[in-house]
């Protein structure tokens, strides 16, 4: 069992920044996969970004050049750095560990209110 601490959001105008950050129970260095999600209201889960243990990120076209996901392995911390937000960077951002590329599964944290305001 593995869980997830999720903090950083808040309200933020457009064009600004934020940093959201996910605490681990376990070390982050056994997950081999992180990732951060979202979902705005009246619409389904979507994937932002991920990261592997070997440090290797990707992410959807919408946030690409403006989101970056790292990991802390001494914090045992994934973060998700957020520039020139969009009113349609609105959402809830939740944090998820993943176990599936072992056949495991996934874990989610219980998410965090990210509110881009004009």
């Known amino acids: 069992q593995v869980q997830l601490v999720e903090s950083g959001g808040c309200l933020v105008q457009a064009g600004g920044s934020l940093r959201l950050s996910c605490v681990t129970s376990?070390?982050?260095?056994?997950?081999?996969?992180m990732a951060w999600y979202r979902q705005a209201p009246g619409k389904q889960r979507e994937l932002v970004a991920t990261?592997?243990?070997?440090?290797?990120?990707n992410y959807a076209d919408s946030v690409k050049g403006r989101f970056t996901i790292s990991r802390g392995v001494a914090t045992n911390t994934v973060y998700l750095q957020m520039n020139s937000l969009k009113l349609d960077d609105t959402a809830v951002y939740y944090c998820?560990?993943?176990?599936?590329?072992?056949?495991?599964?996934?874990?989610w944290g219980q998410g965090t209110q990210v509110t881009v305001s004009s």
């Open positions: 376990i070390n982050i260095g056994g997950i081999p996969a």
């Open positions: 990261i592997t243990s070997g440090g290797r990120a």
């Open positions: 998820m560990a993943d176990y599936s590329s072992r056949s495991g599964p996934t874990f």
